[in-house]
């Protein structure tokens, strides 16, 4: 779904049509704690099209077309992660990213976040790994080795952070 900066809708276009061109479309990205606090990464699968083998958070993908942001996303962490958990819009943000093999993200993303601490079953055509981090762990990884995460996963965790500390005052 192609969107305007104020995420209104403006048209339709295939996934990597938008991403050739570089349009501004919507997307959310899911981010899941457990129990203890500690947030789900996943390392992407090597077939994925863009940022393959790269960590990022629990789950990302797009909204069909009318479709209710937080069911998508729910329906999508069933099919990416295997488990299912509510989820809550946390804040949304726009980035662009251009990629080496001529692919664009530029994303209306809209972050949602859920617990969870049960079974994970991941489909391995979409993720390769997957762990649970602290917070600390995963500052000090993003530090010392930025490389290993995807580029909206680098803008995103910061301003989760301050969502949390601003969440538990």
């Known amino acids: ?6 995420d209104r809708e403006i048209g339709k276009m295939e ?3 938008v991403h050739q061109k570089g349009l501004l479309h919507r997307a959310f990205s899911v981010f899941i704690f457990n129990a203890k606090g500690e ?4 390392q992407r ?3 994925k099209y863009h940022s393959s083998g790269l960590w990022t958070n629990a789950c990302c993908s797009h909204p069909g077309s009318g479709e209710n942001i937080v069911q998508s996303a729910i329906k999508r962490l069933q099919e990416e992660m295997g488990f299912t958990t509510s989820l809550n819009e946390a804040f949304s943000f726009v980035y662009r990213t251009e990629f080496d093999n001529g692919l664009t993200e530029h994303e209306f993303d809209h972050v949602l976040i859920g617990y969870y601490h049960s079974t994970i079953v991941p489909d391995d055509r979409e993720v390769k790994d997957y762990c649970y981090m602290t917070i600390e762990a995963i500052e ?11 580029s909206w996963f680098k803008i995103a965790f910061p301003r ?3 969502y949390l500390a601003v969440k538990s005052k």
């Not at 779904?1 to 104020?6: A, G, I």
């Not at 947030?39 to 996943?42: D, E, P, S």
């Open 1 to 6: 779904m192609l969107v305007d900066e104020d």
């Open 15 to 17: 996934k990597l049509e």
């Open 39 to 42: 947030m789900l990464l996943q």
């Open 45 to 47: 699968a090597d077939s």
């Open 140 to 150: 000090a990884a993003l530090t010392s080795h930025p490389q290993k995460y995807t």
């Open 160 to 162: 989760m952070q301050e």
